[in-house]
Each structure stands twice: as C-alpha cells, then as structure tokens.
C-alpha cells in the first residue's frame, strides 16, 4: 500500500475534487474526508519514504511542501485520521507535530479548510505556514 504523491501547487485543485466527490457521494454530509498535517522535520527522507509505504491507502493523496506533509484521506473522519497519525508516531517511535481539518464540519470549500488548518497549526505550535495563505497557493 502506499498513497498516491501530487505537486504541493496542486492542493486547491485536490480539496476541490475531493469535496465534490464526498459531496456526490455522501448526502448526509458526514465528516467524509479529512486533511492531516505532518511536519516530519526531524526525519529523512528515505524513512519518511518507507513510512508513507506502509502506513498509507492506495486512496490517499499525500503532498508535501519541504518537511511539511498533507494527506487528504478520503472516507475518514478525524478518529481515523488520529489512527493514522498514531501509526506514523510509532513508526518514528516519537511525538510529530499534526493538525487536522475534515469536510464539513470544519470548512465547507478547500480554502476555508487550509485556513482552518493554518489556524491550529499556528495556535497549537511555533509553526506558521504562510505558504498556506490563499494569495501564495493562487499565485
């Protein structure tokens, strides 16, 4: 198993599909996906590579900008997102900063979830992804 990798540039484009899916296939608007943020700082490269081998679905979208990870994971909530984010702690047998967002309960369109996303991330943490403000990902 492992995720499927897209260009960082492409997450609107990805959200987008993505909503649009869970919304034509979930009509009681459930939390039916969900972004998961991973900053894997303190990992190289070659171990992040294995861990996102063996950790991830085949359904799973993973774009990264530098050692920040996102992986939008359709059909899961937060509870299986958090699974998910356990797996990658005890593959690095350590503590990684995440955050995560799902459709629609915390945002109804992609930008709104990357806000919401950059929110926790910065209150949570000394991280501030200003790459995820909208006039940088619309450049």
Known sequence: MAGVKFPFKD???LL??????????DENRA????VLYCNFADF???LISVS????LRSSDAILSYENHYFFILQYTDKYGATIVKDMFEEFFASYIESSMVSY???GEDSYTLLE????????????????????????
């Not at 939390?31 to 969900?34: G, L």
């Open 44 to 46: 190289s490269q070659g």
């Open 52 to 55: 996102l081998e063996q950790i």
């Open 16 to 25: 987008t599909l993505s909503i649009g899916l869970a919304k034509r296939v």
């Open 104 to 106: 629609p309960i915390d």
């Open 31 to 34: 939390e039916s996906m969900t």
């Open 11 to 13: 997450i609107i484009s």
């Open 116 to 139: 919401e996303l950059q929110t926790n991330i910065s209150k949570n943490f000394s991280t501030d992804l200003l790459f995820l403000d909208r006039d940088r990902l619309d450049a």
